[in-house]
């Protein structure tokens, strides 16, 4: 059984930076995509980043231009890089991998979540 298994989260101060990591305990083959999604108390999960299998990434408006996603294929392992952090980026962040398991079925591995807060 495959487990994600995330580090790098904890307080902060506003205006500050933390990096985020998740390695896989074992190989995982057709990845589409990793990620990170967080959920803050009350709300939805949402998208923060993604990285495709091509190297392309997609960010939510909320934290371009101070989130970076990146990923080493060798090590099975994606981070988020995150600067200029604010209060309002409170909330546990979860590592995704998007498996393709062929016939267009696909397939989430997620990490158990780490919170991240950002005090003001």
């Known amino acids: 059984q495959v487990q994600l298994v995330e580090s790098g989260g904890g307080l902060v101060q506003a205006g500050g930076s933390l990096r985020l990591s998740c390695t896989a305990s074992?190989?995982?083959?057709?990845?589409?995509?990793m990620g990170w999604y967080r959920q803050a108390p009350g709300k939805e999960r949402e998208l923060v980043a993604r990285i495709f299998s091509g190297g392309g990434t997609i960010y939510a408006d909320a934290v371009k231009g101070r989130f970076t996603i990146s990923r080493d294929n060798a090590k099975i392992t994606v981070y988020l890089q995150m600067n200029s952090l604010k209060p309002e980026d409170t909330a546990v962040y979860y590592c995704?991998?998007?498996?393709?398991?062929?016939?267009?079925?696909?397939?989430?591995?997620w990490g158990q979540g780490i919170q991240v807060t950002v005090s003001s």
């Open positions: 074992q190989s995982i083959s057709a990845i589409n995509a």
């Open positions: 995704n991998v998007d498996q393709l398991k062929g016939w267009g079925a696909r397939y989430d591995y």
